[in-house]
């Protein structure tokens, strides 16, 4: 219990309740049937059995659950919230028989959103983003994690950031800010991929860092956009500034994208469709989180599915998000992820619930903070209407969110 909770009553007490605690080292999602959770200062300070909450902590305000059940607020780890526009024309050319590589090569994909993102300005990109971290949660979603990547410039790209950080002014939420430079070459660096490099590394990384506007450092590595060469640049620049990374890696091909994350123990390898033995290997021993994002692989009619036999057999922690974004997964339910990574990907009703919880948390880096129902972190919660946890996996398009709670509150 953390310090000065012994004798003090707690500020609100959630009682009569079912818990999934997530917590690490228990069975399954760690259930607590009859349930309390007390919070105080924000945080919790007592989760497990009610019979054994501390009588100092049976005070304050009290919620009656009524046997309901409460999760970890969920968490959204990947997500491309911060954009203008859209891209529904090219859905329509996709419907058509044009691929993924055909549109980026013409024009569209990453490079269309980026024009619309350079002429909105950060209160319309704030306007423009709003709904979409809206729906994330109305289902009870309490932290997102929110990229760049669609700026592609130096004053873009901070511009995407503030707005980004501003969205945590603007809603009771946590918002995880990433700096994707290395998501697209713009055109002015259409026949200059390695001068852009330059220009993240040595212009758009050093003022992002200057104004404390990332969390993190990603890059998109792949045959259309960065090669290994190019993400380790990258990387060894965000490393100087002691920023942790993540990668969009092997979506699309196999460029050992799951092995280069690991090698620079990244937080994160996300995608992941056609990583091999040897990157799931190379993740398990640096302890980098698989990234799954069945919103994407439906959206592109993709066939290659991740490797979830082989991330299981090495014991490589499973996250599950949305990868929010206008081109190929325009998804804003976690809770349609769950189901997707369920039905697409064959992931287990306790793999899919930790997945938007205990383990997104650690593709964050906050597993101190949040993911779990354990005392000392943030009080973060949702209650939901539903008999057993496998509700949450098994609906479509319904939503059973009681009550969201973030930070107490």
Same mark, same amino acid.
Do not use: Q, Y
């Given at each position: 219990m953390p310090e000065g909770t012994k004798s003090r009553a707690a500020e609100r007490l959630f009682r009569n309740a079912r818990l999934a605690t997530a917590a690490p080292g228990l069975e399954g999602l760690g259930l607590v049937e009859k349930g309390a959770i007390a919070v105080k200062d924000g945080r919790i300070a007592y989760?497990?059995?009610?019979?054994?909450?501390?009588a100092a902590l049976k005070k304050g305000e009290i919620t009656d659950c009524e046997g309901r059940w409460i999760t970890p607020g969920l968490i959204d780890c990947h997500t491309h919230l911060i954009y203008a526009g859209d891209r529904a024309h090219e859905f329509e050319l996709r419907l058509k028989g044009a691929s993924y590589e055909d549109i980026a090569r013409a024009g569209g994909g990453i490079v269309s959103t980026v024009k619309h993102s350079r002429n909105a300005g950060q209160a319309e990109l704030v306007r423009q983003t709003l709904p979409r971290l809206d729906a994330l949660m109305a289902e009870g979603v309490t932290t997102v994690e929110v990229k760049s990547g669609y700026g592609l410039n130096l004053e873009s790209e901070t511009k995407a950031l503030r707005a980004a950080r501003q969205l945590g002014g603007e809603r009771p939420v946590t918002i995880r800010t990433t700096f994707l430079g290395a998501h697209a070459v713009p055109a002015e660096f259409k026949d200059d991929k390695s001068g852009y490099v330059d220009s993240i590394v040595n212009e758009m990384l050093p003022a992002v860092v200057k104004e404390n506007l990332a969390d993190a450092v990603d890059a998109f590595c792949e045959g259309i956009a960065f090669s290994p060469e190019d993400v380790a640049r990258v990387f060894e620049a965000a490393a100087a500034y002691n920023l942790p990374v993540k990668l969009h890696a092997d979506q699309l091909s196999n460029l050992r994208g799951a092995m280069l994350a690991a090698k620079y123990k990244a937080l994160s390898a996300d995608h992941l469709e056609h990583t091999d033995e040897a990157g799931v290997a190379a993740m398990a021993k640096a302890g980098t989180v698989a990234v799954l994002l069945p919103g994407a692989f439906y959206f592109m009619r993709d066939t290659r599915q991740p490797p979830v036999a082989l991330f299981r057999q090495y014991n490589v922690?499973?996250?599950? @998000?949305?990868?929010?974004?206008?081109?190929?997964?325009? *998804?804003?339910?976690?809770?349609? @992820?769950?189901?997707?990574?369920?039905?697409?990907?064959? *992931?287990?009703?306790d793999e899919c619930v930790a997945g938007v919880t205990r383990e997104a948390a650690k593709a964050l880096g906050m597993s101190h903070e949040i993911g779990t129902l354990e005392a000392g972190k943030s009080a973060d919660l949702a209650i939901w209407n539903i008999e057993r946890p496998a509700e949450l996996v098994y609906r479509m398009g319904f939503n059973p969110l009681h009550a969201r709670i973030w930070r107490g509150q």
């Open positions: 989760a497990g059995p009610e019979s054994d909450l501390p922690p499973m996250a599950v @998000s949305t990868d929010s974004n206008p081109g190929t997964s325009p *998804l804003t339910s976690i809770l349609m @992820s769950m189901n997707m990574a369920a039905t697409l990907f064959r *992931l287990s009703v």
